[in-house]
């Protein structure tokens, strides 16, 4: 029962890209530390937790793993930067398929995560001051997730831009070097400033967005259904849908998963 489940949420070909890229385990010479377990059981329970929405106290015991060793073994990988090499070695196989549309970038309003309290929050203006977190979402011009991150759902959306953009790995092309910067950045008014539009100039980006009181911004809607598809796919990993994790990391890591899954996904598309 336990290989069942590890086969359904993660296939063979997805665990051939993870397992690379799981840090080494090595025996203490003075014994103790943390004991070697079935990697892909307890990666596959990280994924089953994420997509599922369950506590982790509450994984199956057809995950193969207990939910000590599953969650010890997730902050470990997450301090090892697991999640974000995963996404970038996705997103370097589907460049390598010509997959990646660099023709532009598109930002759109984040979405919110409810959370009581830990880091990344912040009182929710909107919701009676209510503690949450936003997610921001950078895709490709097809609505493919390239970067993401946290914040507090008090810190204004134009703040996270350079984050994200300065965030876009480098990716393989299916012709000639690595790239990372997309030709336009399309954007709502939330984003729309001088200092903004000057700092894009500076890395070659040309700015499409609508100036707040003087264009419409009816045009990025040809655009941002991508993107606003992209963040539906995303919440449909339930984890992120109400914020469980009391550290801003740990949310952050999933929200990194989520994004390295939904790539995936396109990525078995397009292998068939």
Not at 136 to 159: E, F, K, M, R, Y
Not at 207 to 223: D, T, V, Y
Not at 239 to 264: M, N
């Amino acid at each position: 029962m336990g290989a069942d489940l590890s086969k359904r949420p993660v296939p063979d070909e997805l665990w051939e890209l993870t397992a690379p890229l799981l840090p080494s385990f090595a025996d203490r010479p003075q014994g103790g530390g943390t004991a070697p377990c079935d990697e892909r059981a307890v990666f596959t329970a990280v994924v089953y937790v994420l997509t599922s929405g369950c506590a982790w106290r509450h994984l199956p015991p057809a995950s193969g793993t207990s939910p000590a060793t599953a969650h010890r073994r997730f902050t470990v990988w997450t301090e090892a930067g697991l999640w974000r090499r995963l996404h970038r070695a996705v997103l370097d196989e589907l460049g390598a398929w010509g997959e990646v549309d660099w023709t532009s970038a598109i930002v759109t309003r984040p979405p919110f995560s409810r959370r009581k309290g830990g880091s990344l929050t912040g009182p929710n203006p909107v919701d009676r001051g209510k503690k949450g977190s936003k997610l921001h979402v950078l895709s490709d011009a097809q609505g493919i997730p390239l970067a993401a991150a946290v914040s507090g759902t008090n810190i204004h959306d134009s703040l996270a831009l350079k984050p994200r953009i300065r965030g876009i790995p480098a990716v393989r092309s299916r012709r000639g070097p690595r790239r990372r910067r997309p030709v336009k950045l399309r954007s709502d008014k939330a984003y729309f400033s001088a200092a903004h539009l000057a700092w894009r100039r500076e890395r070659g980006l040309v700015a499409r967005i609508a100036r707040p009181g003087i264009e419409s911004g009816e045009r990025l809607g040809r655009h941002r259904w991508k993107i606003e598809r992209s963040i539906t796919w995303l919440f449909g990993y339930r984890r992120l849908t109400v914020r469980h994790e009391r550290k801003g990391s740990h949310f952050l890591a999933l929200l990194g998963l989520a994004a390295a899954l939904t790539c995936y996904k396109k990525l078995a598309k397009i292998a068939t």
